[in-house]
């Protein structure tokens, strides 16, 4: 069974450019989370997919945006980087079953940097 | 705005001395409650969760924690640190009103065991 894989590890842009970060659930789960944590906070969540369809969203602008595709993999995409978007973004993978989550599986993260 | 606190966020302890780190929600109604760690250069890992009976939830490495619905918290405890308990932890909740299931997570607590 693997784990949740997430690339690239490490990723500096500069300020107006999008990012691309990529997220391979783990095997047999069907839900994808993605969360934001900034240096010395906890994780905050953006949004989940679930069956290729958006299952939730936290508090984050329409430059935030996402997508999961059949195999249950998923991308984070950035649009127009600020300076505050610079954190590790981790990716958590889970099975929905009969309306509800189960654990989430997180991976090792994105970190990324805004110049 | 609703939230998860956790109120200590560096402890210092000796090898052998007692853990109990604070956790406290503001989400009415019922919740899912879950402890991850991070343990140095390693991924968000479960420590353990609350979904529904006994209180008094044991999970890995001799951790233990207590649901206590009136006073919404969710304590984590260990009656005897190691070193390798040094990591940041995390608290976090699910509110079943949630759309999607995301964590909210609380800002961390950094633990130090000293030998």
């Known amino acids: 069974e693997t784990g949740v894989t997430q690339s690239p590890t490490h990723l500096i842009k500069t300020r107006g450019q999008q990012v691309t970060l990529r997220c391979s659930s783990q095997s047999g789960h069907n839900t994808v989370s993605w969360y934001q944590q900034a240096l010395g906070q906890g994780p905050q969540f953006i949004f989940q997919?679930?069956?290729?369809?958006?299952?939730g969203r936290g508090n984050f602008p329409p430059r935030f945006s996402g997508l999961q595709f059949p195999n249950y993999s998923s991308e984070l995409n950035v649009n127009a980087l600020e300076l505050d978007d610079s954190a590790l973004y981790l990716c958590?993978?889970?099975?929905?079953?009969?309306?509800?989550?189960?654990?989430?599986?997180f991976g090792p993260g994105t970190r990324l940097t805004v110049l | 705005a609703q939230s998860v606190s956790q109120h200590n966020h560096h402890v210092i302890l000796s090898e052998a001395a007692s853990l109990e780190l604070g956790c406290n929600y503001s989400?009415?109604?019922?919740?899912?409650l879950f402890w991850y760690v991070q343990y140095p250069g390693q991924h968000l890992q479960l420590l353990l969760k609350?979904?529904?009976?006994?209180?008094l939830v044991k999970g890995i490495k001799g951790f233990e924690a207590e649901f206590i619905k009136s006073k919404f918290s969710f304590n984590l405890r260990k009656p005897s640190v190691q070193w390798s308990d040094t990591a940041e932890y995390f608290c976090?909740?699910?509110?079943?009103?949630?759309?999607?299931?995301?964590?909210?997570f609380g800002k961390g607590t950094s633990l130090l065991v000293t030998p």
């Open positions: 976090a909740v699910v509110p079943n009103s949630n759309s999607g299931y995301a964590l909210n």
């Open positions: 997919y679930y069956r290729e369809e958006e299952n």
């Open positions: 958590a993978s889970s099975l929905w079953t009969s309306g509800r989550g189960d654990e989430q599986f």
């Open positions: 609350y979904f529904s009976g006994d209180p």
């Open positions: 989400y009415g109604g019922t919740v899912n």
